[in-house]
């Protein structure tokens, strides 16, 4: 079992920024990728950003294009954390955002998530 924690959430005005943080527990050794998804009010989960963990695939990383050029992801393998820089919050970015894991490489589908945090950008 893989435990994940988010953190760093908040209140933010259009503009500005926040950084999100996921810290990983338990058997993290054979975890390949950790993402980050959000969810809307009244809409679906959607992917927002995903880098590989182990240190040596490089730390490769994939963006959904509303993010690209506004979120930056790092890992810290030594705090088993990855963070997600959010820059030039926009009000559409509002959501839980979740934190999920997985021992595949960018995978459709992960297998452990965490409880989620709240990003509320008002406009």
């Known amino acids: 079992q893989v435990q994940l924690v988010e953190s760093g959430g908040g209140l933010v005005q259009a503009g500005g920024s926040l950084r999100l943080s996921c810290a990983a527990s338990?058997?993290?050794?054979?975890?390949?990728?950790m993402g980050w998804f959000r969810q809307a009010p009244g809409k679906e989960r959607e992917f927002v950003a995903a880098?590989?963990?182990?240190?040596?695939?490089?730390?490769?990383?994939l963006y959904a294009d509303s993010v690209k050029g506004r979120f930056t992801l790092s890992r810290d393998n030594a705090k088993n954390t990855v963070y997600l820089q959010m820059n030039s919050l926009k009000h559409e970015d509002t959501a839980v955002y979740y934190c999920?894991?997985?021992?595949?490489?960018?995978?459709?589908?992960?297998?452990?998530w965490g409880q989620g945090t709240q990003v509320t950008v008002s406009s």
């Open positions: 880098i590989t963990w182990n240190t040596w695939s490089g730390g490769n990383t």
């Open positions: 999920a894991s997985s021992p595949a490489k960018f995978p459709r589908e992960y297998d452990y």
């Open positions: 338990g058997r993290t050794f054979n975890t390949y990728t």
